[in-house]
């Protein structure tokens, strides 16, 4: 971490175990995961049955389905609403804001609050 604090203005680091996929998609409501999910799969032939997807594993789907075709990252953030913003990535942004006038320093990501 100090050599990249040393290279950056800031470093953020997402919560423990949560990847960067896990951050565009927990917390979001299942029903723009669905859409954007079954959106994805069709533009990209990913091959999963969505009728088979209940949503308890839908989130799961999601983030291994982002890590296809070289990664689907870019994709998956047009396809949701703009009213579905992940709140991980809501909170990235806000520390990128907050932290850019200053720099420096290590902001840890909080783990998002259970829905």
Known sequence: LAKLEAVSDVVLRLPVKMAVERAIVVGLPPANVREALTWLNAQYCLGIDMSKVDDAAL??????????????????????????????????????VATAPTGGGIVDIPEPAAP
């Open 59 to 96: 989130a799961q789907t999601a983030v291994v389905a982002l890590k296809q075709k070289g990664g689907l990252h870019q994709p998956w953030v047009d396809a949701l609403l703009s009213s579905a913003a992940p709140p991980v990535a809501v909170s990235v942004l806000d520390a990128i």
